[in-house]
């Protein structure tokens, strides 16, 4: 069973603006790779979560610099 879809960002319309966030996205995330990292997934032009719980609660974790990517 899916969560509610919430849409942190949206592609952005030039080569300069890769992304729009919206206000939905937690504090200083301004990578698209640390959001997919932590669980955003591409939908279309739309980077969504449907466990947006969850993605806070890793972007916490990752603020703390207790956050460590496992490779394997």
């Known amino acids: 069973m899916m969560g509610e879809r919430v849409v942190l960002g949206r592609k952005g319309t030039s080569s300069m ?4 966030w919206t206000d939905k996205i937690p504090g200083s ?3 698209v790779d640390d959001a997919v990292e932590m669980g955003a997934t591409w939908e ?3 980077l969504v979560t449907y466990d947006f719980d969850g ?3 890793q972007y916490s974790f ?3 610099n207790d956050y460590m990517i496992d490779n394997d």
């Open 44 to 46: 279309g032009d739309e």
């Open 29 to 31: 995330i301004n990578d």
């Open 55 to 57: 993605f806070v609660e």
């Open 62 to 64: 990752y603020e703390s």
């Open 17 to 20: 603006v890769k992304i729009r």
